[in-house]
């Protein structure tokens, strides 16, 4: 059974808009630091943005300089599910998108997370 489940990948014009879900099982998502990374053909997995609910419930989020003011990570407790807003993409951002989830240091370095989804295909077309 999949622990992470990614959807919302798909194809868009260069300055469009899409938003990435993950659903994480309950035990997966509880104290989990939950992130979206990205990976283009024959390179490493880069950090995109991550975020963190602390103890006193609210979130820390943290997002790379690529994405900086158009990406947005969110998470729904409720529904142990962590969003990635993307606005503005270019075709730059055209890469594999994985949801990632670990009780490690919370950054935005790959190897620091257990637990992966399958990955979803974001295109951008100029």
């Known amino acids: 059974q999949a622990q992470l489940v990614e959807s919302g990948g798909g194809s868009v014009q260069d300055g469009g808009s899409l938003t990435l879900a993950c659903t994480a099982s309950?035990?997966?998502?509880?104290?989990?630091?939950m992130g979206w990374f990205r990976q283009y053909p024959g390179k490493e997995r880069e950090g995109v943005a991550i975020?963190?609910?602390?103890?006193?419930?609210?979130?820390?989020?943290f997002i790379s300089d690529s994405a900086k003011d158009r990406f947005t990570i969110s998470r729904d407790n409720a529904k142990n599910m962590v969003s990635l807003q993307m606005n503005s993409l270019k075709p730059g951002d055209t890469a594999t998108y994985y949801c990632?989830?670990?009780?490690?240091?919370?950054?935005?370095?790959?190897?620091?997370?257990?637990?992966w989804g399958q990955g979803t295909q974001i295109t951008v077309s100029s």
């Open positions: 975020i963190f609910t602390g103890a006193g419930g609210d979130d820390t989020t």
């Open positions: 990632a989830a670990g009780r490690g240091p919370c950054t935005l370095v790959a190897g620091g997370y257990n637990y």
């Open positions: 309950a035990s997966v998502y509880k104290d989990s630091c």
